[in-house]
């Protein structure tokens, strides 16, 4: 299990990083960038809306388990609305900076403030549109408020949260992202890891018993090593501009980790709740696309707080 876990982890990074690559490339460089030009996320964004796809159909299953069955077109419409509408308004100032060389979109807080707007008002349009699939499918008293109310649990865990990880790519880069999901990730593999070979006390025994309290120190631990590497090693050695303080990347590992760890928890309880153990079967040595993206999904936030007021490379915030 372990082996299989470690061979399907690494193949996914090196997807991953492989992407990223391609999506730097087009968008920096543009190999036909004398032709088109081409914004961030011109790669990564399908394929991302394609997980969000995978996770809603995830969400989905587990809620029916649970006895919650919202129309599933509205989950789906909704979540990608959001991320798309979060993604183009950072196109729109990114081709306000590079193209129209408008500065006002770079500094202050016109680029975050542009984004959480669109998100926003695409979450209130995801709430019209499923209001309207629930009015329309009505036929007798009974489950149609619940069933609203798991729609909107998709948008707000989903897609309002993804987001944070499309802000994160888009403001500042594919730097700020992968030390979300290289810390976050880190974490994991430690709390595994040290929870395997030394844990003894369980952290959380009803909701999640293979957790233990040395697993999570131990996960703590890897996180702001993890941490250290990417904002100290790392990063000033591609970018020389790059500098973050020990107290901000420190602080960064240590936060990311344990809201990294709630939103694994998180998982588990939705999951515990419909007396189900894995979100799907989608990624081997894994389970579900959600078993992956839980952690991120939560650390998300907590991640751009520390891009956003420079907590971290003081230089790169808005």
Same mark, same amino acid.
């Given at each position: 299990?372990?082996?299989?876990?470690?061979?399907?982890?690494?193949?996914?990074v090196?997807?991953?990083l492989g992407l990223a690559w391609l999506d730097v490339r087009? %968008?920096?460089? &543009?190999?036909?960038?004398?032709i088109v030009w081409l914004p961030r996320g011109i790669i990564l964004l399908p394929v991302y809306l394609l997980c969000l796809v995978i996770l809603t159909r995830e969400v989905l299953r587990i809620l029916n388990a649970a006895g919650l069955h919202p129309l599933p077109q509205t989950a789906y419409i909704g979540n990608v609305l959001i991320a798309a509408s979060c993604w183009i308004a950072n196109?729109? @100032? @990114?081709?306000?900076?590079e193209i129209l060389h408008i500065t006002e979109s770079k500094g202050g807080w016109q680029w975050a403030a542009t984004a959480c707007f669109s998100a926003l008002l695409a979450v209130a349009c995801g709430v019209f549109i499923a209001f309207a699939a629930e009015m329309r499918r009505y036929s007798h008293p009974g489950g149609n408020t619940i069933n609203l109310a798991g729609s909107v649990f998709t948008f707000a865990y989903l897609g309002l949260l993804s987001c944070f990880m499309i802000q994160l790519y888009m403001a500042y880069g594919v730097e700020a992202v992968l030390s979300l999901i290289i810390v976050t990730k880190m974490c994991?593999?430690?709390?595994?890891?040290?929870?395997?070979?030394?844990?003894?006390?369980?952290?959380?025994?009803i909701l999640s018993p293979g957790k233990t309290i040395e697993g999570a120190i131990g996960g703590v631990f890897f996180a702001c090593i993890g941490a250290w590497?990417? +904002?100290?090693?790392?990063?000033?050695?591609?970018?020389?501009? %790059? +500098? %973050?303080?020990?107290? &901000?990347?420190?602080? +960064?590992?240590?936060?990311?980790?344990i809201t990294g760890m709630i939103g694994d928890l998180a998982g588990s309880l939705i999951k515990r709740d419909s007396n189900m153990k894995d979100s799907g079967h989608a990624v081997p040595g894994f389970g579900g696309l959600l078993d992956i993206f839980d952690s991120l999904l939560i650390s998300a936030p907590a991640a751009y707080v520390f891009w956003v007021f420079g907590f971290v490379c003081p230089g790169k915030h808005l």
């Open positions: 299990m372990l082996g299989r876990r470690l061979f399907f982890g690494i193949l996914l090196a997807v991953l087009l %968008s920096r460089y &543009g190999l036909a960038r004398d196109v729109i @100032q @990114q081709y306000n900076l994991d593999t430690g709390a595994y890891t040290v929870g395997k070979l030394l844990g003894r006390h369980r952290m959380t025994p590497v990417w +904002f100290e090693a790392v990063l000033p050695y591609y970018e020389q501009e %790059s +500098f %973050s303080p020990l107290l &901000g990347w420190l602080s +960064f590992g240590i936060t990311i980790a």
